[in-house]
């Protein structure tokens, strides 16, 4: 007897072809719809976490425990047959209620309502695309662990409260530790930690973990997202560019895409479309205004203004050693060599405490005071998460690729 419950993603192929019709298989899961054909036949639908299956169960062979409706968790057993829609069906030889349903099962407009839509328990209950979407974040997920695994890299965790800002509080949330009778404030980026561990003697680190901006809603943004930061010591940007193509190529085809990724330098993308701007920053406004919007298929763009990442390290302070991977108009990894010298770092960091208010002053200067020490030449490479999934799966709207989204 094969258990579809864990056993239908093994044998899929044997059961969509009616293979398997001579053995009796067992299912469990919740009926989401059925109708009667006729006074002798009825049709149900079950989901469970291997996929949908459709049930036939004859009158006359049968006789089904009272009230079974729409939301019970069943058990099935019978065997499968294909029917004269060419579908596979399970004919129902033996059926018990395991849990009934105390409410409706979401209609077909339920989730057309914004505020419905961070029901995610109840859009896996109803379709079966989005437990395929998540079980391929999860696979990308996984992927993405096994490839730094394979390149050598430690994974680390630090800490997502801080007890000093980084930013100023107009796009920071905060909270109230009540032990101490102070703020905190939620990250809003990997980063500085991970920089602090490269100082420290780690050499190729990554993190995977949430961060919180106060920045606005939209569909290609929330407050709080998935980021992976990787940074990897006696390295540069040209590094994070052969590993971003790597994570790329490896993740990528889960959602069905192997286009190659196409490299250019900014200022070569820009003489091919001709512009007339010597000004760097009014060039990348250009470069948003008329190439991104023709980068539908995998391309990496490097040396870009410095005024675009002042973080990054730049040897003619005009270019940064930055790049970014951009996939359907949207950079989807962000890499570049970090600036580590100390008087530059310390000038970036006087330019934004003079643009603070009085009660902003507390700002976590731990990086600029570590870079005394030293700091060797080291790349960097992020990513969102959330973002990369709802690009190479086409989704609209960010809140479709993540699990219970604020709305």
């Known amino acids: 007897m094969i258990g579809l419950k864990d056993g239908l993603t093994v044998s899929a192929a044997h059961f969509l072809s009616g293979e398997i019709s001579a053995e009796e298989v067992l299912a469990q899961g919740r009926i989401v719809s059925s109708n009667r054909s006729s ?6 639908f079950l989901n469970n976490e291997s996929g949908g299956l459709r049930m036939r169960h004859s009158i006359d062979g049968l006789e089904l425990p009272p009230e079974v409706k729409n939301g019970d968790l069943v058990e099935v057993k019978g065997r ?8 596979p069906y399970l004919d129902i030889t033996e059926l018990s209620v395991i849990e009934r349903s105390g409410k409706l099962l979401p209609n077909t407009g339920y989730f057309n309502n914004p505020a419905n839509r961070a029901n995610t328990h109840e859009s896996i209950m109803m379709n079966s695309d989005t437990l395929d979407l998540f079980k391929k974040r999860s696979k990308a ?23 000093k800002s980084y930013s100023s509080k107009s796009n920071e949330f905060s909270a109230k530790w009540l032990a101490k009778d102070r703020e905190v404030y939620l990250r809003k980026a990997l980063e500085p930690k991970l920089k602090l561990l490269i100082i420290g003697g780690l050499e190729k680190i990554y993190e995977v973990g949430p961060v919180y901006r106060n920045e606005g809603l939209s569909k290609g943004y929330l407050p709080e997202f998935l980021e ?8 540069n940007y040209y590094d994070m560019m052969d590993l971003s193509e790597t994570l790329f190529a490896h993740v990528s085809p889960i959602f069905g895409i192997n286009s190659p990724v196409k490299r250019f330098s900014f ?14 920053t009014e060039r990348f406004v ?6 991104l919007p023709k980068l539908a298929s995998p391309t990496l763009i490097y040396d870009f203004p410095l005024e675009v990442c002042p973080l990054a390290k730049s040897s003619d302070k005009i270019y940064s050693e930055e ?19 100390y008087d530059t770092i310390s000038k970036l960091e006087e330019g934004q405490m003079a643009s603070r208010d009085k009660d902003q002053k507390r700002y976590d200067s731990s990086f600029r005071e570590a870079l005394l020490y030293g700091m060797p030449p080291t790349g960097g490479l992020g990513l969102g998460i959330d ?15 993540v699990m219970f989204p604020l709305v």
Do not use: C, W
């Open 387 to 401: 973002r990369m999934i709802q690009n190479l799966s086409g989704k609209a709207d960010i809140r479709d690729v």
């Open 323 to 341: 790049f970014r991977l951009y996939l359907n108009g949207v950079d989807i990894f962000h890499g570049y060599t970090v600036e580590t010298d």
């Open 267 to 280: 200022e070569g993308v820009m003489e091919e479309v001709g512009h007339s701007f010597k000004n760097p």
């Open 141 to 163: 997920l996984a992927i993405l662990r096994n490839v730094m695994s394979e390149e050598g890299y430690l994974e680390v965790s630090t800490p997502t409260l801080l007890s």
């Open 286 to 291: 250009e470069f948003r205004r008329q190439v």
């Open 80 to 87: 499968v047959y294909n029917g004269k829609n060419g579908l």
């Open 39 to 44: 006074k002798e036949i009825h049709y149900y």
């Open 228 to 235: 992976m930061d990787i940074f990897k010591a006696y390295s």
